[in-house]
């Protein structure tokens, strides 16, 4: 009488121990090919990371290395010339510096008739500041009515004084934009800046606040982008380097040591930064020398006298 088993005879222990080891096998070679598999995904994974990384730092270094720009218009002698004309404030035309060029000494006059004012300024410099705010609407007096010019050099020696935003930098550089594309702003822009100036040590004034100024000191929308991409950065760090290596054209002084150097016809300013009237003096009495000194020239043609109308 059957049971209704099945027929197969049971594995022995060989077949079982044969069948483990066969299992072991494949199992042990499909851990190899998933073994070779994730060894492409990292390979293939790090290869791409390494063309990445190479590629930002390529483009790190074609920015680094990218040639300098021209500098701005109407500074040719790394600074921008202010006169009156008709009582009001111009400035004198320059084509730019081009990546390499020597910058353009000034030809001041020489007659003692007028007033040759030339400063060196810092947008972060608390001492620029004091200066400025004493002595702006002096300087603006002067100029507009013809019996002085102004010639402003804005440098950048306070870049790391800005916690990490470069505002020294930023700001010359937005004063460079305002003189290349909106020169009748320029006057308002530099006074405006200062009556704005931030604290050494902070973070400075943003590009956007940067803008909103230059825009109420009535400069064109054109200097926007300028702002932004700070167009001008290599001739700021140029002009900079040059002011404090010297040689000053015009200038009883070698080279530029601090900030503000204020020059009145050649002559260096050092009085009180906050007494407009000590340095309105200095002004008169420097122009004074200047036309004693142009006098006493032998080389100098003399002015003729007009002829009386009969």
Request: glycine share 8%.
């Amino acid at each position: 009488m059957s049971n209704g088993g099945s027929s197969q005879p049971r594995p022995t222990r060989n077949d079982r121990r044969e069948a483990a080891r066969e299992k072991a096998r494949l199992l042990r070679e499909e851990q190899k090919k998933r073994d070779r598999r994730k060894k492409v995904i990292v390979q293939s994974s790090v290869i791409v990371g390494v063309v990445a990384v190479a590629g930002l730092i390529a483009f790190l270094i074609f920015q680094g290395i990218k040639p300098a720009g021209p500098g701005p218009r109407n500074m040719a002698s790394d600074g921008i010339v202010l006169q009156g004309v008709d009582g009001v404030i111009t400035a004198v035309e320059t084509p730019a510096l081009q990546p390499g060029d020597d910058p353009v000494p000034t030809e001041q006059d020489q007659s003692g008739d007028v007033a040759n004012i030339v400063t060196y300024l810092d947008y972060l410099c608390p001492y620029c500041g004091q200066f400025e705010s004493t002595n702006s609407e002096t300087m603006r007096t002067l100029v507009e009515s013809g019996a002085a010019t102004l010639e402003v050099h804005p440098i950048a020696i306070l870049t790391n004084k800005s916690a990490g935003t470069q505002y020294s930098l930023r700001a010359a550089n937005a004063a460079g934009c305002v003189a290349d594309s909106s020169p009748e702003a320029f006057f308002d822009f530099n006074e405006i800046l200062f009556e704005n100036q931030p604290e050494e040590g902070s973070t400075g004034l943003t590009n956007d606040q940067l803008k909103e100024l230059a825009a109420e000191a009535g400069a064109s929308s054109q200097v926007n982008a300028c702002i932004d991409e700070v167009r001008f950065k290599a001739w700021v760090l140029d002009s900079t380097e040059r002011a404090l290596s010297g040689p000053i054209p015009n200038a009883e002084i070698p080279a530029v040591t601090g900030t503000p150097t204020v020059l009145v016809n050649g002559k260096s300013y050092g009085g009180s930064l906050t007494d407009a009237a000590e340095f309105q003096a200095f002004v008169t009495q420097a122009a004074s020398e200047s036309s004693l000194e142009s006098t006493d020239d032998p080389s100098a043609t003399p002015t003729p006298t007009p002829t009386p109308a009969q």
